[in-house]
């Protein structure tokens, strides 16, 4: 690779690592099992399903038109399909984009999955939206919030509901090399340019050594999460900071419940943060 700074080259980079992570995601998610079980919902919809709920209309996406941004091979997406949505889900990998489909056909479910970038997605998707959702693992991977916000927006109708749930963007300042104490390590503010890894491990997977180690991540505060989506035209609703979060996002955490915490004191560190926004009617 060469010592580009592009941010288009830097996604392209990423999504090399992101296809290669595919095949062992679809092992480690159980996603077979998941396609095969009427029943399944994946953690991640479950827990979102509890914060969205009092912002749906009757509690319940059934008959919705859904639209999933960074859907990965598709189990959150597809849990949305089998609560009764109408789905759609966007991903830059086109691995995971057949992943999806190929999971979708074998649960019987209906849904669309369109290869596309985030900011692609208004023109290769070409449709709006009931409700927007993308959650855990996604804000670190987009170089521009202000692109992504207007695309949420654009993609939303009228009186839409957007929804996401991420990472806290002081867990990603930790130093992952300090098991014992949590230090910050890393900016927590955007600082103009990407921050590189090159890291053959994987959040999903123990055994996994990825030949595409590198990755570049972005970080974006808060206030920059939320106030892109002002900027863009949607209007607040709620807004919650979490104590759990559903991969093991620092050496010192700790499995409880189904997800994972701080060992001591949960109290000293929000975890995840989630929210939602609508679009209003009048726009
Ligand atoms: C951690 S997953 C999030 C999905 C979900 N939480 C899961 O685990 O199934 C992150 C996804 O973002 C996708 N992604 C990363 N950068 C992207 C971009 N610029 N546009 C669209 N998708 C992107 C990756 O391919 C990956 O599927």
Redesign the pocket.
């Known amino acids: 690779m060469s010592d580009t700074t592009d941010p288009a080259d830097l ?1 392209e980079v ?2 090399v690592n ?1 296809d290669e992570r595919v095949v062992p995601h679809l092992k480690a ?1 159980g996603a077979e099992a998941f396609a095969d079980d009427p029943s399944a919902l994946s953690g ?1 919809v479950r827990d979102d399903l509890d914060l969205m709920r009092p912002h749906l209309e009757e509690g319940s996406v059934a008959g919705r038109r859904l639209l999933h ?5 598709g ?2 997406t597809l849990s949305w399909a089998r609560l009764g949505a109408r789905v759609t889900g ?4 086109g691995a ?1 984009i057949e992943a999806a489909d190929a999971l979708a056909a074998r649960a019987g479910l209906p849904a669309r999955f369109v290869q ?4 692609e997605a208004p023109e290769a998707v070409g449709e709006r939206f009931d409700i927007v959702y993308t ?4 804000l670190c ?2 170089p521009d919030l202000a692109a992504w916000a207007r695309v949420i927006h654009d993609m939303l109708e009228p009186g839409g509901l957007f929804f996401v749930r991420d990472a806290h963007p002081m867990l990603y300042t930790l130093d992952e090399e300090r098991a014992d104490e949590l230090v910050v390590r890393w900016p927590y503010f955007d600082s103009g340019t990407a921050l590189r890894w090159d890291d053959p491990s994987d959040y999903a997977d123990d055994h996994t050594r990825l030949e595409n180690a590198t990755t570049f991540e972005w970080h974006h505060s808060l206030a920059d999460v939320v106030q892109s989506l002002l900027d863009a035209g949607l209007e607040l609703t709620s807004f919650g900071e979490h104590r759990t979060i559903p991969w093991r996002a620092h050496p010192s955490f700790v499995e409880h419940d189904g997800g994972w915490v701080l060992p001591e004191g949960a109290e000293r560190l929000p975890l995840t943060f989630s929210l939602t926004a609508r679009r209003p009617q009048a726009s």
């Open positions: 996604i990423n999504r992101w998610y991640v941004l960074q859907c990965h091979i189990t959150d966007v991903d830059f990998s995971a596309a970038t985030v900011e959650s855990i693992g996604v991977w987009l």
